[in-house]
């Protein structure tokens, strides 16, 4: 049973560029939430997708843009790269409904680094 | 709006020693409560939560955590450290069944077992 997977696992771009981080969720998972963690911070909520829409969003500029596809996964673009945005990027999914356990599952993350 | 408190940026213990780390929350409704762990350069995972039921729940590698509904706390408990549990540990919490249904994290406690 294949866990949260997320492409790439590090990245370099530079200020102005932008990217795109990619996340297929756990099997049987319909929902996913994307995160970002500072150096020595806590996960930051950036938004949540389910049926391919935009359920929730938190405090991020709208350079911050996602989309979830028919099979579930999901990509997170960040447009017009700052410093600041150099972060471990994380891909979480969950299951909604009578089925929601309530937890997250987490990938790896995604190195983002802005020179 | 809902938010974590981890009061302590680092903890130390002896191997051998009881351990705990600090968490408590604010929320508006029923609160579901989540531990999770960090080691260097991964995603995070889950250790344990509280959904409803017995305050004390027991979860993964032989951790525990009490809810306090009185004193808004969740806190991470193991009876004996081993030098293995040292990682960034981040306690959660979410509102469920809500519209706003996503997951806060606090910005995390290092714990750090002294052999």
């Known amino acids: 049973d294949a866990g949260v997977t997320q492409s790439p696992t590090h990245l370099i771009k530079t200020r102005g560029q932008q990217v795109t981080l990619r996340c297929s969720p756990k099997s049987g998972h319909d929902t996913v939430s994307w995160y970002q963690q500072a150096l020595g911070q806590g996960p930051q909520f950036i938004f949540q997708?389910?049926?391919?829409?935009?359920?929730q969003r938190g405090n991020f500029p709208d350079r911050f843009s996602g989309h979830q596809f028919p099979n579930y996964s999901s990509e997170l673009n960040v447009n017009a790269l700052l410093l600041g945005d150099s972060a471990l990027y994380l891909c979480?999914?969950?299951?909604?409904?009578?089925?929601?356990?309530?937890?997250?599952?987490f990938g790896e993350g995604s190195r983002l680094t802005v020179l | 709006a809902q938010s974590v408190a981890q009061p302590e940026d680092q903890v130390n213990v002896a191997e051998g020693n009881p351990l705990t780390v600090k968490c408590t929350y604010s929320?508006?409704?029923?609160?579901?409560l989540f531990w999770y762990v960090q080691y260097p350069n991964r995603g995070l995972q889950f250790l344990l939560k509280y959904i409803t039921g017995d305050n004390l729940v027991k979860g993964s590698y032989g951790f525990e955590a009490e809810f306090n509904k009185s004193q808004t706390s969740f806190h991470l408990k193991k009876p004996s450290a081993l030098v293995s549990d040292s990682a960034l540990y981040f306690c959660?919490?979410?509102?469920?069944?809500?519209?706003?249904?996503?997951?806060?994290f606090g910005k995390g406690t290092r714990l750090h077992i002294l052999p």
């Open positions: 959660a919490v979410r509102v469920y069944p809500n519209r706003d249904d996503k997951i806060i």
């Open positions: 997708y389910y049926e391919e829409e935009e359920r």
């Open positions: 929320v508006s409704g029923n609160p579901y």
């Open positions: 979480a999914s969950s299951r909604r409904g009578v089925l929601n356990t309530g937890e997250l599952f």
